[in-house]
């Protein structure tokens, strides 16, 4: 009998079809069948079982949480469940099949999971969009779990000799612990206080064509799917959504972000350091304000920081996977935006670290690099491949067009300073500048003095590099930098980490600390004092953040009473009146779902609140500035739009007022004067009033323009041109008020071949001779769109037209003409339509009878 050694087998011998075999069966017995080839005795690779648990577990936890998802009726279960399904379950198991365990700790694991289940839940997503499919929750089931099954082959494949990754010192998982204890307290209480705020119901809309399977619906967002495809996969699979459900994924990308950050700066900078950088990015009020909306910021942090990790990584210990790893997260965090480009330069830097400049001409060093280039390009384009495509994709440039603009260079400070101003406070400025120029002049004394622990220069060049790049865009060669300048502050709380663990390693170097044992207490305290200042400061951040983020009662910034707060500043400028988001708002919208949906309220409205945002709370109600039945005032609105005082009080009554938390939020008026024998105003409060969480399948009501773009779902398509000028691509006819006296509510859908200010005028009525109609006044909205074209952008037009008080009983053409202004002008001669012998054309039909009036 031969002593030498029997040589195991591995988990890389493991074939695709044996690991399908354990994931069939999952037995030891199977185990050693599917590694060994038959049954002559216990396999010596194989002495623990550990890796294989996790992948059961875990496979069996997804089914569970799949279940809790379609049918617990408790929404904050429901969201959990659905979350642990669809993202987090499935990172963990690729996490589990790609990273090496002996090359991370626990703390890495998990975080890298979390980041990896988000690019699943973006590129998963996408891919289900782009199917002709609706987003039914068998479809979602079916999709996530074909994944995850998928995954879990190749995680098998590896558990066979799996080891389970260290978890580090006592201290670091204290550490990190804190981290996201900071991060959650600030980002998860309250999170669905707040209604829908602008950028948010477009993200919501979007979805909501996702979910319907309407063609194009993510094209019509202008920038990546990322928000939009994790609301709709959500949506899908819960068949319902509300304001925290719709924020969870987001405020769970944000508290991953702050750990992803942790786990960078621990690599770079050591516990102390990182510790501190990464708290200051728990209280960063742009990253606690974006966790807590619908919006993409979480995702291109999260992201964007693991894929600087992952860079990390390689230039410390090498290995082909780290950079497949980068290349895939950084294209999902621009899928999610194009901010996350800004991360490009800290990962070139980082990889020169390792390559220097040997990097340049030896290919065989980058090759790992270029094949995470092309698993990035890959990602990308399976959305910007049939993006390019799209007609609209006009829709991006002109964003990017409208944001950089000309006139280069633009002087974006005072902005900046005004917004960082009402995000942050003033305390937080203040302590990170500090602890970035104190420690860069310590910093500096000990690398001269050769001192232990002092963070090293090149990780101060990664933070300039990080943080410099993007504020230098913004600040100068942006046009409208708005809130994006929010992403420099990872580069620049890097800068800061630095600067801490400069000071602590001055207070507390290794050195001393074992040559002077008596010496130790002094230097101990110095530490104790140096944690505690930290401590201070960051309570004295707080005292700005929790009552602008987490204080629900007093609305402070809706209020504008930010200036009450302690130590708060205000710049010479002011605060910025605009881009206000993450700030707790509630004007009582979630009652006027509920009024509308009840009939309580009937028929057209108008209000002082963005379009969007009432579209989404009155599931597209029409909305109309000509003579509208209702007027709905909201309190404290951010980008109010502008009302006619006189009109309502001349021609409206109150009758009904929406409270939240028993104070008054919204007035409500109706058309027609008041009377001695009206009835006494109504109180709704919103708790009351507002619908519960209820599973209603695939949404039927329209997403409007922002998912469907310039067309109806139910209206009649039509191709008639206007001479060379504009084409009408069809209508849809609402009737409102159903009798003579009152009013038929058009929808036209335009596309202009030609750019026309006021150069052009549309007409529309009901009748040919006499006119039963005349849609010639106001029009509803208050866009212009009919008198200023763009050419090759379509618009949609909304008219109101009355119907006569005499209207003859019996069928009436509906017909539009459009005329050029100035001279030489004219009506345009219609194509393509039905004929009319003229310069109008007919393009439906009002049926008047004794009190109603029908469109056909």
């Known amino acids: 009998m031969s002593d030498a050694p029997e040589s195991p087998r591995t988990a890389h011998d493991l074939s695709v079809l044996a690991a399908w075999r354990l994931l069939v069966t999952p037995t030891p017995r199977r185990v050693r069948d599917a590694i060994d080839g038959d049954e002559a005795g216990p396999a010596p690779g194989i002495r623990r079982y550990s890796g ?18 379609s049918t617990v009726p408790d929404p904050v279960l429901a969201v959990v469940a659905a979350l642990l399904h669809l993202a987090v379950i499935p990172g963990l198991l690729l996490a589990f099949a790609v990273a090496p365990p002996e090359e991370i700790n626990v703390v890495e694991l998990l975080v890298l999971g979390l980041g990896l289940g988000m690019l699943i839940l973006v590129t998963g997503g996408l891919a289900l969009a782009l199917l002709p499919v609706r987003l039914v929750p068998i479809n979602v089931v079916m999709w996530t779990a074909g994944l995850t099954l998928v995954i879990a082959v190749f995680a098998f494949k590896r558990a066979t000799n799996w080891q389970p990754p260290s978890f580090g010192s006592r201290a670091d998982l204290l550490c990190a612990a804190l981290v996201v204890l900071v991060a959650a307290g600030l980002r998860l209480p309250g999170l669905g206080y707040s209604e829908f705020q602008g950028d948010e119901t477009e993200v919501i809309l979007r ?82 304000a974006f966790s807590r909306i619908t919006q993409y910021q979480s995702l291109v942090l999260l992201l964007g920081t693991l894929a600087l ?54 290919f065989e060093l980058l090759a790992p690099w270029r094949q995470g280039a092309l698993v990035g390009a890959g990602l990308l384009a399976l959305f910007f491949v ?44 203040l302590l990170v500048a500090a602890l970035i120029v104190l420690g860069a002049v310590v910093g500096a004394a000990g690398r001269l003095m050769r001192r232990p622990d002092t963070p090293p220069l090149r990780v101060w060049l990664l933070g300039l590099a990080w943080a410099v790049v993007p504020l230098l865009f913004y600040a100068v060669v942006a046009r409208k930098p708005g809130t994006h300048v929010h992403v420099a502050s990872s580069g620049l709380l890097l800068l800061a980490g630095a600067g801490f663990g400069a000071l602590w390693a001055t207070v507390r170097p290794r050195a001393l600390l074992a040559a002077a044992p008596g010496f130790n207490v002094a230097r101990v305290g110095a530490c104790a004092v140096l944690a505690v200042l930290l401590a201070g400061g960051l309570a004295l951040v707080s005292t700005y953040l929790v009552p602008i983020y987490l204080q629900t009662t ?44 009840d009939g309580t309220l009937r028929g057209s409205y108008d209000t002082n609140e963005q379009i969007q945002v009432t579209y989404w709370y009155t599931r597209g109600q029409w909305r109309c500035s000509a003579a509208p039945r209702y007027y709905l005032i909201a309190e404290n609105v951010q980008d109010e739009i502008e009302t006619p005082r006189r009109t309502i009080q001349a021609e409206y009554r109150q009758i009904g007022t929406v409270t939240v938390a028993g104070q008054p939020k919204m007035r409500v008026y109706e058309r027609g004067a008041a009377t001695g024998n009206a009835q006494p105003a109504a109180t709704w409060a919103v708790e009351d009033v507002a619908a519960p969480f209820q599973r209603l399948g695939t949404p039927r009501f329209d997403p409007g323009p922002w998912a469907r773009g310039v067309a109806a779902r139910d209206g009649r398509l039509l191709a008639v041109s206007f001479g060379a000028d504009i084409d009408l691509l069809g209508y849809q006819v609402y009737a409102e008020d159903p009798r003579p006296a009152g009013v038929v509510r058009v929808d036209l859908f335009w596309l202009p071949r030609v750019t026309s200010d006021e150069g052009h005028r549309i007409d529309a009525q009901v009748g040919r001779e006499p006119r039963i109609g005349d849609g010639s006044g106001p029009a509803c909205d208050k866009t212009g769109d009919d008198r200023t074209w763009l050419a090759g952008r379509p618009f949609t037009q909304r008219l109101s037209i009355p119907i006569a008080v005499g209207a003859p009983a019996g069928h009436h053409p509906l017909l539009v003409s459009v005329s050029r202004l100035g001279a030489g002008g004219g009506a345009l001669t219609p194509s393509g339509g039905p004929a009319t012998g003229d310069a109008l054309v007919q393009i439906g039909e009002i049926e008047v009878h004794d009190g109603s009036s029908r469109t056909r």
């Open 554 to 597: 007093a609305e402070i910034v809706r209020a504008n009473k930010v200036n009450t707060l302690p130590l708060a500043w205000r710049p010479p400028g002011g605060l910025p009146p605009k881009e206000r988001f993450g700030f707790p708002y509630q004007g009582g919208w979630n009652a006027v779902t509920a009024l509308f949906a």
């Open 207 to 288: 979805a909501v064509g996702v979910v319907q399977n309407l063609p194009n619906a993510i094209f019509y967002h202008g920038k990546g799917p990322g928000e939009v495809v994790v609301v709709a996969t959500q949506y899908g699979l819960l068949g319902a959504i509300s304001e925290g459900m719709a924020r969870l994924p987001f405020a769970l990308a944000g508290i991953g972000g702050v750990l992803a950050f942790f786990v960078l700066a621990r690599r770079l900078l050591g516990l102390p350091g990182a510790t501190a950088g990464a708290l200051l990015l728990a209280t960063n009020g742009y990253v606690v």
């Open 52 to 69: 294989l648990l996790v992948v059961i577990g875990l496979l069996n936890l997804s089914v569970i949480n799949v279940i809790v998802a």
């Open 386 to 429: 049939p993006y390019l495509d799209s007609p609209l994709f006009a829709l991006a440039t002109g964003r990017i067009e409208d944001r950089v603009g000309g006139g280069f260079p633009h002087n974006n400070l005072p902005g900046i300073v005004a917004s960082a101003t009402l995000y942050l406070g003033t305390m937080f400025p």
């Open 309 to 362: 990790w992952c860079a990390v990584r390689w230039s410390q210990s090498g290995g082909r996977i780290w950079p497949v790893l980068a290349g895939a997260l950084a294209a999902g965090a621009a899928l999610a935006h194009y901010d996350a480009l800004f991360v490009l330069p800290p990962i070139a830097l980082v990889a020169f670290w390792r390559t220097r400049w040997r990097g340049l001409i030896d």
